[in-house]
């Protein structure tokens, strides 16, 4: 199976900072991958599929590239409400494994 | 418009049994997969598997066959997770999401929390 990891696994930025985060397959996904939000003891929300097509209503400051084995997610100007835990998922093929999670909080 | 929503938070006893279910609306039940989500305290996401609502069909990812147990009432648009055999590393919070026709999981249940403890 693919594994799936992502870094940093955490990280703490001031508002208005540039933040991104990387997800890595074991394998070569194409693009089949999204990325989730999920804010403490909320639920996940579903932010880019097809590692780059942002879902409905989600701010214009997210944005996610890549292909393959080599993914980004990145928030253009960090906001208070961004603090959250992010996961990447791949999606090519069942299991439809996430990774690790990357935890993202203010300074 | 599309929600998933789950039963309440579960207190079980080690050995004992649990079920989850998460009733859907707002679209054709039967039009798209469930998937079933495991988060345990303080830990990441661990896909369980899926059901295909067209067929009843499971799919169990590795570590979840054998307790667990995908099933339907697709009378009342509903799927179930059955959790048999409870042991206190099932102590979860459970959801439901939607598998997009393109496979993502686009709407999420608001979780069940199962707790397993003596």
């Known amino acids: 199976d693919i594994q799936m990891t992502q870094s940093p696994s955490s990280l703490s930025a001031s508002v208005g900072d540039r933040v991104t985060i990387t997800c890595r397959p074991s394998?070569?996904?194409?693009?089949?991958l999204a990325w989730y939000q999920q804010r403490p003891g909320k639920v996940p929300k579903l932010l880019i599929y097809?590692?780059?097509t942002l879902h409905s209503g989600v701010p214009s400051r997210f944005s996610g590239s890549g292909s393959g084995t080599d993914f980004t997610l990145t928030i253009s100007s960090l906001q208070p409400e961004d603090v959250a835990t992010y996961y990447c998922q791949k999606y090519n093929s069942a299991p439809f494994t996430f990774g690790p999670g990357t935890k993202v909080d203010i300074k | 418009q599309v929600q998933l929503v789950q039963s309440g938070s579960e207190l079980k006893k080690p050995g004992a049994s649990v079920k989850v279910s998460c009733k859907a609306s707002g679209y054709t039940f039967t039009t798209y997969a469930m998937n079933w989500v495991r988060q345990a305290p303080g830990q990441g996401l661990e896909w369980m598997g899926w059901?295909?609502?067209?067929?009843?069909?499971?799919t169990y990812a590795q570590g979840f066959t054998g307790r667990f147990v995908f099933s339907l009432d697709t009378s009342v648009s509903t799927a179930y997770l059955q959790i048999s055999s409870l042991k206190a590393e099932d102590t979860a919070v459970y959801y439901c999401?939607?598998?997009?026709?393109?496979?993502?999981?686009?709407?999420w249940g608001q979780g069940t929390l199962v707790t397993v403890s003596s």
């Open positions: 999401a939607r598998l997009a026709p393109e496979e993502y999981f686009d709407y």
């Open positions: 097809a590692a780059s």
């Open positions: 394998q070569g996904i194409s693009n089949y």
């Open positions: 059901i295909n609502t067209n067929t009843g069909n499971p």
